[in-house]
């Protein structure tokens, strides 16, 4: 017998102890654990209005001043108002929140004009 087949998928720590879960136990995490993962594209639309809304706040001023606001200023904001309209899928999230090695985003629409 192949000893991983007798192992738990999931234990609890208790008192120093492993504790194998019970099958109701298991049942109940592999659902949180299935309810965390279809919760993934919410998530990330999520991020992507927060940084949304943070782009449009640096820029803010422009509209609220006797400035005059550029063509490309004012079709900037009019993309960043936009975003997740014309961005359903996580696929497109994906792409839209992708990072560089030092953290910083790399999707065109995230750079001012």
Not at 22 to 33: G, Y
Not at 87 to 106: F, G, M, P, R, S
């Amino acid at each position: 017998m192949d000893w991983q087949n007798n192992m738990a998928k999931y234990t609890h720590l208790i008192d120093g102890v492993a504790v194998d879960y019970t099958a109701e136990e298991e049942a109940l995490r592999d659902a949180e654990i299935q309810a965390w993962n279809d919760a993934s594209a919410d998530r990330k639309l999520k991020e992507i209005k927060e940084i949304r809304l943070q782009k449009l706040k640096e820029t803010d001023y422009l509209a609220n001043t006797d400035m005059t606001m550029t063509q490309a200023m004012k079709d900037y904001r009019q993309g960043m108002r936009d975003v997740p309209q014309n961005n359903t899928t996580e696929v497109e999230y994906d792409l839209i929140l992708a990072k560089d090695e030092h953290k910083q985003l790399t999707n065109a629409i995230w750079s001012k004009p």
